[in-house]
């Protein structure tokens, strides 16, 4: 366990730049804060959306919705700032992920509904919007995701994520729409659940 | 295993008296169906509407309010349609309950929070409101729960329970405002979690 005190002073007191250098970021960082901002740098690639992980494209801004044309055909869009997101077949088992597009206010909208066990046992789902564009751009929208059942309403409003960060990290922490399978019952129509979505611009 | 035909016909096809036939009820039901009535039967007596069941009060509807005066004083009231119920420290260890009384219409709504390991090994809360009052009472009202953060916002709508179901089968179901201690963190400031509360009648 010998350290390198002459490489710590470098790490400490010389600045790097950042990774994403050749794509046009400007910055140099002291190596430990490198990592952090080459996690958010707005010069990273984006990574493909869609949930899941399983498609490992990546790209420019641009170039995410002729790639979601291409590569991902079957997922529907609506237009309109306040449609109903319909997912059907709530009851499969395992974990599911339904994905919808939403195009409103000259921008594309993702919507995520993903049934997943994150307490094993315990099957939850996870509604969330995320904006096919920069975090900056996002912050100039709100979403509302809507459940409707019989004397009862469940509502959750937030900033939509850009697709730069994705939704991983907001499932994990629960900053979404979370219900479990009884509440699911509560809103479910023959094991459809109707989302009501509502972009708005702040 | 001898099965006894001659009390198996009586049970199907005698009429029984409600259990709470001295306390007014008029009803007489076959065995089968006595069971179900009793349950929800309107002649049954009030138990006592503090959560967790520690207390076993049990009296009429007119008692209710003269024995949470008496006996649970340490309880707060509020009065007006639209409160703030406060619950401090909820990052206190284990099963807790958090209760409150908000005055409107003339009517008295006891306000729950509950912090409970429905699911081993994961903490979530769940918040409701209780009519002091008969379920036929408790249709005539609605209530609003609302969680606000920064840019978030939670909310969940429902008529309120009336205390003689009580509140534990729908926690069970999740037929309430459901959030675990990560979204809890969204919205609390220091450890306090304020819960906007909205009555109105419909
Ligand atoms: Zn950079
Ligand atoms: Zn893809
Ligand atoms: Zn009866
Ligand atoms: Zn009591």
Known sequence: NIRNLAMEKVATTVDFPCKFASSGCKLTLLYSEKIEHEEVCEFRPYQCPCPGALCKWEGSL???????????????????????????????????????????????FMLVLEKQEKIEGYQQFFAIVQLIGSRRQAENFAYRLELNGTKRRLTWEATPRSIHEGVSSAIFNSDCLVFDTSMAKLFADNGNLGINVTISMV
Chains 1, 2 share one sequence.
């Not at 979601?68 to 869009?77: E, F, G, M, V």
């Not at 449609?83 to 994905?99: E, H, R, S």
């Open 62 to 108: 641009e170039q995410v919705m002729p790639h979601l044309l291409n590569s991902h055909k079957s997922i529907t869009t609506l237009q309109g700032e306040d449609i109903v997101f319909l997912a059907t077949d709530i009851n499969l088992p395992g974990a599911v992920d339904w994905v919808m597009m939403q195009e409103c206010f000259n921008h594309n």
